[in-house]
């Protein structure tokens, strides 16, 4: 709920900055206390409550399977086996589903892509001045949860698939071969340029379209709440009805954070499915 002492503009950017530490002005280095100050960071600077929830989520998604792992029997499964068998299951006939090409990497990459961006979004359910409190209270200016409402994550993964892209392209492809696919097509090969230019801007767009996509429904979901949290300080009447609007709107984003954790791991199969398919007309 919104302080008494806070505005709805600064109490909407306190919740939309990050814990910072970076480089000041002066050189010296530390926490910003203030918005003003992380962004004056600029790159010098690291998002320390986005890089310590990315690792909290992963590391659940690790205990979670491991756990599972270790319990697992060929008899009647347990709750919990059943869960993490029906997931595994589920991201196993879809990578089958796509990609028809032999690499025991793809399918357990999706998988952990689905379920870390899974939990990373589910963050975003968590009423959003919970851990932000508990953090005030313990004297730490800023705390934001969701680290996929930060673009430093969401173009990060998107990169490291960018990565892969290319490398399994040249792999399969030979340079010569990925040179020709950028370069002569969809036009004949004496427009090679202006190939190069549009086949180019096509793959740039496979990792921006990966990491703008998650980040902007995230972020946009998260904007919501505070903008709901908000009404919780508006007035008698405003109050339960942004409880109702709370509920409801926690209930859809279930979907959406599914939603778009499976797209992500959808798209990173087709992705790597296209750079090992080969053309032999090129």
Request: charged letters at 10%.
């Amino acid at each position: 709920m919104a302080s008494s002492t806070q505005t709805s503009a600064e109490y909407i950017q306190h919740h939309l900055t990050n814990l910072t530490y970076g480089q000041f002005p002066d050189g010296s280095w530390g926490l910003a206390h203030t918005a003003e100050e992380a962004a004056a960071m600029g790159f010098n600077a690291i998002h320390v409550d986005t890089m310590l929830w990315s690792l909290v989520t992963g590391f659940t998604f690790f205990g979670i399977f491991y756990a599972a792992a270790r319990k697992a029997t060929a008899g009647i499964p347990g709750g919990l086996q059943n869960f993490v068998e029906m997931i595994v299951d589920f991201i196993d006939d879809t990578t089958s589903s796509i990609f028809n090409y032999k690499n025991t990497l793809i399918a357990p990459m999706a998988l952990t892509i689905f379920v870390w961006v899974w939990l990373m979004n589910f963050m975003d359910l968590i009423p959003v001045d919970w851990i932000p409190s508990l953090a005030a209270a313990m004297g730490i200016h800023y705390m934001k949860i969701v680290p996929s409402t930060d673009p430093n994550v969401t173009m990060a993964m998107a990169m490291s698939i960018f990565v892969l892209i290319i490398y399994y392209s040249i792999k399969h492809k030979g340079l010569g071969g990925f040179f020709a696919e950028l370069a002569f097509h969809p036009f004949p090969k004496f427009l090679a340029p202006v190939n190069l230019i549009l086949e180019g801007v096509t793959l740039i767009a496979k990792p921006l379209s990966l990491g703008l996509r998650l980040f902007g429904n995230m972020y946009a979901g998260e904007m919501i709440f505070i903008l709901i949290a908000l009404m919780f300080g508006a007035g008698l009447f405003w109050g339960p009805v942004a409880g109702v609007m709370q509920w409801g709107w926690a209930m859809f984003h279930v979907l959406i954070i599914s939603l778009q954790a499976f797209i992500f791991a959808v798209l990173t199969i087709v992705y790597l499915a296209q750079a090992h398919e080969v053309d032999e007309e090129h």
